[in-house]
């Protein structure tokens, strides 16, 4: 069973027996802020305990190696900074019983069969320059059309975000399509190597 009191070395245990890799051991370069390991975020609680490392499947780790390699061509005090990788379905089914039937439920993947999270697939990041977070509008896991990319124009002409905002999130953006990710249009941090359905027949769940 999940427990937040797990040590680091149990945690590695975990996820390397379902064949995740600490992403920093792929690339020590690219930042990792597990936001949920904090109380900074949308449920305000600690939901990984000591936890302090991101694990990934290998192909979306080695994805997110070239989006890191590309932003650095572009600017070498560029960093992507990982906020979530690979969830415990155990976080995903507690998520989702805080926001069903709320307007907030689509911003979160159903907990019965999992989504992209629980099979390593996807990764929640954001863009440092020199080491400080970089404006992207909104914070992390902000759950309102301020955070969605399908009209960032409107966004900037409405006054909600800066035109530098727009800037950052299409650099962040492109770096990681260009790495093969998929973006998701409600948030500007979720990117997807593989689509849910895809990673439920070719990777194991994250089942604890």
Known sequence: MWSIGQTAEEYRQKFSKLGLVDIQS???TIVVDLKYATTDNFMGENMYGNLRR???NKATAKSLEAAQKALKRVNPGYSIVIYDAGRPVSVQRK???????TANSPYVARGDKGGPHNYGVAVDVGLLLNGKEVDMGTAFDTFNATAHITDEGTLVNSGKISAQAKKNRETLRKAMT?????????EWWHFERFRTSYARKHYPLINF
């Open 26 to 28: 792929i690339d020590s």
């Open 54 to 56: 991101a694990y990934l």
């Open 95 to 101: 998520m989702w019983k805080r926001v069903a039937g």
């Open 178 to 186: 260009e790495a093969g990710f998929r973006t998701y249009s409600k």
